[in-house]
Structure formats: structure tokens, C-alpha cells
């Protein structure tokens, strides 16, 4: 048992047999016997955890995806955002993801990433919550492979549902359908329940 970067969300394994651990930004490789390494070596991940619960992902070539927030357009205002980081840790210039809210922009309001995930041509899809005026919705919304909103999803690239809630995690089907687990709260009511939701891929 080690102490290298705190709870883990996401885990991969190259093609030697050592393991990627990710917990948002910070990486750290155990060698196939699950020794801590010195230093992280950037390999391609030929196997990694997929549709769990976290906000950040491995992709193929070694590269990491992380769901943060970001500051909207005022004091209040708090935005998604997806960070891609180069195998070697360092922040790849070439996805550009500017912050975005679920719902229509320019609204003051939380919207928050709790989970994401990668489809196989490389669009980016995540899960998480918009909040505002004391309630908040289950919302998704999917982005190109250079970061961009992909806008034949959702309105923009983003939805919110009527679901009050949030998703917490996100898995990809073959056929390129999105399911989502969460919870919602009953209306007038404390009770939390979990929700799947499932949203066409096209």
C-alpha cells in the first residue's frame, strides 16, 4: 500500500503491463508487480477503466482527459470545462475547450462535470448537473475530438433534462449510445433515487 496521488478515478495499463492511475490532473505508473515508479514514462494504454465514477479518462494514445469547473461570465457564474493533458503530463495545446455551460450560455448558474467519457472515434462525452435557481437537472453534452461542442448533440452540443438531479456516471454502448446513471430527488420530497437514462449517440 501506497500514498502516490490520493483517491484514484480512473485506472489504465499499457502494453508492458504497467498501470496508470489518475485522480483529476495528477498521474502516477506502478510497475506490473504495483511498485510506485519515480517518474511517470508516457505510454500508449492498450487497456482502462471505463464508465465508472470519476471525471477524467485515459485515451488510446496515452493521453488523459480531466472534467473540471471553470469561472463563468461573472463572480457566480461556474462553468464546465475538459482539460486534455499530453502522456508526459503537461496540458495539450491542440483541445480547445472553452468553458460551456449544459444549458443556454450566458445563464448565471453551476454547471458541473461529475463523469466523462471517450467514444471510440475520439468525441468526448460527460455527465454532471446544472444548477441554478435552487434546483438542480441531470445534464450531458458531448465534444468533438479537438475540444470543440459537437453541435448535432443535444442543442449545441449540451442538455440539460427535466430530471432533478445529476449524473455521477457515463458508459458508451457499441451502437454509439450514451447511458447515464445518476439520481434525482423526488419532487416535494428528500428521497433520492437512482436514474439511467439513455441518450442516442447521433
Keep these: 500500500m501506497v500514498s ?32 510506485l515508479q519515480s517518474q511517470v514514462t508516457a505510454a500508449p494504454i492498450t487497456v482502462a477503466s471505463t464508465g465508472g465514477i470519476g471525471s477524467a479518462a485515459f485515451q488510446a494514445n496515452g493521453s488523459y482527459l480531466v472534467g473540471q469547473a471553470a469561472s463563468g461570465g461573472s463572480r457566480r457564474d461556474v462553468d464546465a470545462k475538459v482539460v486534455r493533458y499530453l502522456p508526459t503530463g503537461a496540458v495539450d495545446p491542440s483541445f ?16 458541473l462535470i461529475q463523469a466523462l467519457a471517450v467514444q471510440p472515434g475520439g468525441q468526448v462525452v460527460v455527465t454532471g448537473l446544472h444548477f441554478s435557481g435552487g434546483s438542480s437537472a441531470l445534464a450531458v453534452a458531448r465534444l468533438d475530438s479537438n475540444g470543440t ?6 442543442t449545441g452540443g449540451a442538455e440539460t ?6 449524473g455521477s ?14 439520481e434525482v430527488e423526488e419532487p416535494g420530497s428528500s428521497t433520492v433515487s437512482l436514474v439511467v437514462a439513455r441518450f442516442l449517440g447521433q
Design 4 to 35: 502516490a496521488i490520493g483517491p484514484v478515478q480512473t485506472l489504465g495499463e499499457d502494453s508492458a503491463g504497467d498501470i496508470f492511475a489518475l485522480n483529476g490532473s495528477a498521474i502516477a505508473e506502478f510497475s506490473p508487480a504495483g511498485v
Design 96 to 111: 480547445a475547450n472553452p468553458p460551456f455551460d449544459f444549458s443556454a450560455e450566458g445563464t448565471v448558474a453551476q454547471d
Design 149 to 154: 461542442l459537437d453541435a448535432t448533440f443535444g
Design 161 to 166: 433534462t427535466s430530471l432533478p438531479g445529476q
Design 169 to 182: 456516471a457515463i458508459a458508451i454502448q457499441p451502437d454509439g449510445k450514451v447511458v447515464v446513471a445518476g
